[in-house]
């Protein structure tokens, strides 16, 4: 297969790409067809390697209003609402809600996937299905599992079993919730707790950490200093982290010397954190999302999650990545021409990274799978800002999306 005219990697000059047993063979300004091969010519649209949805919880998705809808808007509503409907599931229920919103994923150009899925359920159901799931799905999306207990580990009866259970079943990382422990003591330890139990099963490490406008709230230097300390690095990845928000300067100019010599990854979730922090201040009220901007100069790496697709704690979502970028570059401040064009980024090498996908395996270059994306714009400015559709979302050489764009007409 032979897709012409192509702006790969949002660069300025068109190029063609040849595919051959589900890989890049080819790529070169021109390249002539081969008899008999099926050629597509774009005329100038922009190919990006797939989108990857670092942060989500697939398990809860697609749940919104029941058993009711959260009015506080507070992650603590969507926690309590969550432990209620957690008692009705069944592996039928999410593998049903798991699918649709796969499919959603799918026609948005998503092919990777860190889920979240809940362990602290003494039954494990929602681990079960999405271990399954995860390899069913493995010809479209290539889904990660944290172990992640919602409400504790030191907190939530046997909890430190049911991660144990959970990561010998399969899971890909271990996560932690220290700011959700019932004390600090207990934060502490159970960020100790899962440093180990990811070093004695070479897992990864994804801690949900210090998701609270709480600016005393100081679980990232304990999980910065473990992953420094283990080695495991750049294996782990500290998500959400909006009391950073918070923290006072002098503190941060500290912590960030730490927090470069961890090496960890971060995932920001601005849709989801502008909605859930700040809900206990009056005005001004405080945006919750983490320093993006400074992290990002301080060379340390950041991707962004959407979180949620309609569930206790974000009512919307349609597994667009695309609106991510779109409210982090403002939430952010990160609206320079520049920064807007290579924000793609973090959806897209980023995330690579933050998932530790093996090195050199995930873009656009001859060897490498035929994993990408084509926009229906020039480059990745005009796809932000006009909200362009995926034209086709190519696995393996073969579509697995197509969109045909709206036509409007104005009489
Ligand atoms: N659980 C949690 O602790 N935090 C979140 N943002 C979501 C679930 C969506
Ligand atoms: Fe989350």
Not at 151 to 171: C, F, H, R, W
């Amino acid at each position: 297969m032979l897709l012409q005219q192509l702006y790969l990697n949002n660069e300025k000059t068109m190029s063609d790409l040849r595919i051959e047993d589900g890989k890049i063979v080819e790529i070169a300004q021109s390249i002539a067809p081969r008899e008999g091969e099926t050629v597509e010519r774009f005329g100038g649209k922009l190919a990006l390697p797939p989108f990857i949805e670092s942060h989500v919880h697939l398990d809860a998705c697609l749940t919104v209003g029941d058993p009711a809808f959260n009015l506080s808007g507070t992650l603590f509503e969507g926690i309590s609402l969550w432990s209620r409907r957690k008692e009705k599931l069944t592996k039928q229920d999410v593998r049903e809600r798991v699918l649709r919103a796969a499919q959603m994923l799918c026609r948005n150009g998503v092919q990777y996937v860190r889920t979240h899925v809940d362990v602290t359920d003494p039954k494990l159901t929602a681990m079960e299905a999405l271990l399954e799931l995860r390899q069913e799905l493995r010809d479209r999306i290539e889904i990660q599992i944290v172990a992640f207990p919602q409400e504790g580990i030191l907190s939530y009866p046997n909890g430190k079993q049911l991660m144990t259970d959970a990561v010998a079943m399969g899971a890909d990382a271990v996560g932690a919730i220290p700011h959700f422990e019932f004390t600090r003591e207990y934060s502490v330890e159970s960020l100790n707790f899962a440093v180990a139990l990811a070093e004695k099963y070479g897992r990864l490490v994804d801690v949900h950490c210090d998701e609270i406008d709480d600016e005393a709230s100081r679980g990232l230097e304990t999980l910065a200093a473990r992953a420094y300390e283990s080695g495991l690095k750049s294996r782990v990845t500290a998500s959400h982290t909006t009391a950073m928000h918070s923290y006072n300067n002098a503190y941060v100019v500290r912590l960030m010397r730490l927090l470069t010599m961890s090496e960890i990854n971060f995932v920001s979730n601005p849709l989801v954190n502008t909605h859930l922090q700040g809900r206990m201040d009056t005005y001004p009220k405080r945006r919750g999302v983490t320093r993006v901007k400074e992290l990002t100069e301080a060379g340390l790496n950041v991707s962004f999650g959407h979180d949620d697709i309609r569930d206790p704690w974000y009512p919307m979502g349609t597994g667009s990545m695309r609106d991510v970028v779109f409210l982090g570059l403002h939430v952010c401040q990160m609206m320079g021409y520049e920064e807007i064009q290579n924000s793609y980024r973090f959806i897209c090498d980023n995330a690579a990274r933050t998932l530790c996908l093996p090195e050199g395996s995930y873009g656009l270059r001859p060897g490498n799978e035929a994993n990408l994306v084509i926009l229906d714009a020039k480059d990745w400015y005009d796809a932000l800002s006009l909200n362009a559709p995926v034209l086709r979302s190519i696995r393996k050489g073969a579509v697995i999306a197509r969109t045909t764009p709206a036509r409007y007409e104005t009489l």
